[in-house]
């Protein structure tokens, strides 16, 4: 199997060259002599970039079917420009043994639109008392590599020790969704002018720091890496930029909507909004885009969300916490990002595909673009826009807040293991 990407731009520098890819393989790069029977893709001159990675999705497969499926949130992933995903553990029954991490992986090999790595329950149906069975989900045929009670913070700072302890031996990760639950009690949106102004009740920044502070010391004594998920908060970055400066093997993700939506949304009252963390203020915004350009935060993880109708549309206080997010990324962190300066396309391939594979330990994901290298791949076209309507998108749910927005970037084409997988907006 060959196909050719004619007159594309690797990292968006220097001018267009030809793809050539045999085999899954990157063969070529320059001109090429086009095979007879290769596929041919013409670039255009839009940028290539490796396929994009995303710790963070909630594929709801098992038992929340009607919101999404592995093969509707595969089709949404490919769309966006992804190649591989992480999925929660937080599905019904709860991802915390061989039997549903395998189940999850198989159904990902089976729908082969990008490869879904199962991520296992640090603790046993994420009840935070007692640790699951990491080994046995490190060892299965899904070869879980991250671990994360996500939706649930591991609060218990003796039981999350234990989990960072037991980590080491097996070469895996811990990504904690950070938040202090004796903070947070009743809380619905960022603590602060707005929400007091409103009648939310709030939820504290110090409840996501103190959290992250105290994993960051418990992973430093036990030598183990340490993933923080979706981070909303200026003084978070300020944490990880002092725990990272003292040699700490932690790492963190920032979540699209984090980077663009503020508070200042709540006073719609609209549950499209709502989400855990939630949405902080300008000034956090403005702070986590500086610490993802520095390093400080490794890579954008999307959190992708979907909820069915009768859980977004009710009264804010009832509603589920959580949005899409696999195919805006892309256009999101090309608005807040590459527009204002702040990261490159090469700083796009950093925080979307080469850091995000590392943490999850992915081999054949993140790869630079060059001869000899698997050929996961995305096109995108950096000058086009599009606009946001939720019932178009690939996932069965809607909840969008980009709804009727008109974004930048538009991915043209993704490729896994060169196989094409998606191509201008159709799913292939």
């Known amino acids: ?39 041919v893709v013409e670039a255009g001159g839009h940028v290539l970039l490796p396929g994009f990675v995303d710790l963070h999705t909630h594929l709801r497969e098992p038992g929340r079917e009607d919101t999404e499926t592995i093969d509707s949130g595969s089709a949404a992933a490919a769309l966006g420009g992804y190649t591989a995903v992480f999925a929660m553990a937080n599905t019904d029954p709860v991802a915390d043994n061989a039997v549903i991490v395998e189940h999850v992986w198989r159904r990902g090999q089976e729908v082969g639109l990008v490869d879904v790595h199962p991520v296992g329950a640090v603790t046993v149906g994420l009840k935070g008392e007692k640790l699951a069975e990491l080994g046995t989900m490190a060892a299965s045929q899904a070869r879980v590599k991250v671990f994360s009670d996500d939706g649930l913070c591991v ?13 080491t031996a097996l070469d895996v990760v811990i990504a904690q969704h950070a938040e202090e639950p004796r903070l947070t009690v009743g809380a619905q949106a960022h603590e602060g002018e707005r929400a007091a102004r409103l009648g939310y009740t709030g939820w504290p920044a110090a409840a996501e720091e103190s959290i992250v502070a105290r994993d960051c010391l418990l992973a430093r004594h036990a030598n183990a890496r340490l993933h923080v998920c979706h981070v909303s908060t200026a003084g978070t970055a300020d944490v990880l930029r002092w725990a990272k400066d003292r040699g700490t093997k932690v790492s963190a993700e920032v979540t699209p909507h984090h980077l663009l939506l503020t508070d200042e949304r709540l006073a719609t009252y609209d549950p499209v909004n709502k989400v855990n963390p939630p949405l902080r203020t300008a000034s956090d915004a403005e702070k986590l885009r500086t610490a993802l350009a520095e390093g ?27 949005m899409l997010g696999l195919q805006t990324a892309l ?75 008109r974004l930048p970037g538009v991915v043209t084409a993704t490729l896994l293991r060169g196989r094409i997988t998606a191509r201008d907006g159709k799913i292939c």
């Open 1 to 39: 199997m060959s196909t050719v990407l004619k007159g594309a731009r690797p990292y968006g520098e220097g001018d267009p060259v030809d793809v050539l890819i045999e085999d899954g393989v990157i063969t070529a790069i320059g001109t090429v002599d086009v095979p007879e029977d290769a596929e």
């Open 155 to 167: 609060a218990d700072p003796l039981l999350m020790r234990r989990a960072l302890e037991y980590s």
């Open 296 to 322: 400080v935060i490794d890579c954008v993880a999307t959190d992708h969300a979907p909820h069915a109708i009768q859980d977004k549309d009710t009264e804010w206080a009832a509603a589920r916490p959580g």
């Open 331 to 405: 256009s999101i962190v090309t608005e807040t990002m590459v527009r204002t300066g702040l990261l490159d396309w090469r700083g796009v391939a950093r925080v979307m595909s080469e850091r995000p594979a590392e943490i999850g330990n992915l081999a054949d994901q993140g790869r630079p673009i060059a001869v000899g290298e698997p050929a996961n791949l995305t096109l995108v076209d950096p000058d086009a826009g599009w606009t946001v309507r939720g019932a178009e998108l690939a996932s069965i749910a809607a909840n969008t807040p980009y709804e009727g927005m």
